[in-house]
């Protein structure tokens, strides 16, 4: 079935420092791709989706590329900050209603 | 704030109890979803439901029984629970279903369950 994989955490970083979480699919079809982000205590939110291979989602500095050749849609920022410590959730929506998540990886960012 | 409210925040039972997790959104959506989130694990999907009829009923066992009286409330009943069901359980909902390729979930932030 559809589902994604994502780079294990904890990642740890430094302010400033430039942030990479890998994603990679396996679907059927043409999935919609998305990120989500959980702050400590909060449900997910959205973060950042693109729909067709190409697309690039960006949101606060945060940047992903749906890239069909290599079945990736990496989470890239340039310049981390403190607020950005919080858990990535990288997802594929499938032709259904269904969102697949994968596993999290957890990002910590210290001043 | 998401529009999504889940009660209790933090939820600690005996195998034996029967408790129930609420949840309500404010957001006039037609498809709300219960998620379970386990550590190092991808959230799973348990329940879906759309206009307060269920959709989606993934492999949960029955100490899980969801509960849709109208489309802004959904509960999750629990009993006899199991230590390995400790987990944050997450409510969502979106405007429509398909929920997942079109359709933005807002997700509310969670209770997280311990089952002694």
């Known amino acids: 079935g559809d589902s994604v994989t994502q780079m294990e955490g904890p990642v740890t970083l430094s302010e400033e420092a430039f942030l990479t979480i890998n994603c990679t699919y396996t679907?059927?079809?043409?999935?919609?791709l998305f990120w989500y982000v959980q702050y400590p205590g909060e449900g997910l939110q959205l973060l950042l989706k693109?729909?067709?291979?190409?697309d690039k989602g960006s949101n606060k500095g945060f940047e992903a590329t749906y890239r069909k050749e290599t079945t990736s849609f990496h989470l890239e920022k340039g310049s981390v900050q403190v607020s950005d410590s919080a858990v990535y959730f990288c997802?594929?929506?499938?032709?259904?209603?269904?969102?697949?998540f994968g596993a999290g990886t957890t990002v910590t960012v210290r001043a | 704030e998401t529009g999504v409210t889940q009660t209790p925040r933090h939820l600690v039972m005996g195998m034996t109890n029967k408790k129930s997790l609420k949840c309500e959104q404010h957001l006039g959506h037609n498809a709300m979803y219960w998620y379970k989130q386990s550590a190092k694990k991808p959230l799973e999907l348990m329940f879906v439901?759309?206009?307060?009829?269920?959709?989606e009923n993934n492999s949960v066992p029955s100490r899980f029984s969801p509960e849709c009286p109208n489309s802004s409330h959904l509960f999750l009943h629990l009993h006899t629970l199991q230590p390995e069901d400790s987990a944050l359980y997450l409510c969502a909902s979106s405007q429509d279903l398909p929920g997942g390729k079109e359709e933005k979930l807002f997700f509310g932030s969670g209770t997280q369950l311990s089952v002694l």
């Open positions: 997802a594929l929506g499938s032709n259904d209603y269904k969102l697949s």
């Open positions: 693109a729909t067709k291979a190409d």
């Open positions: 679907a059927t079809g043409y999935p919609s």
């Open positions: 439901y759309s206009l307060e009829e269920r959709v």
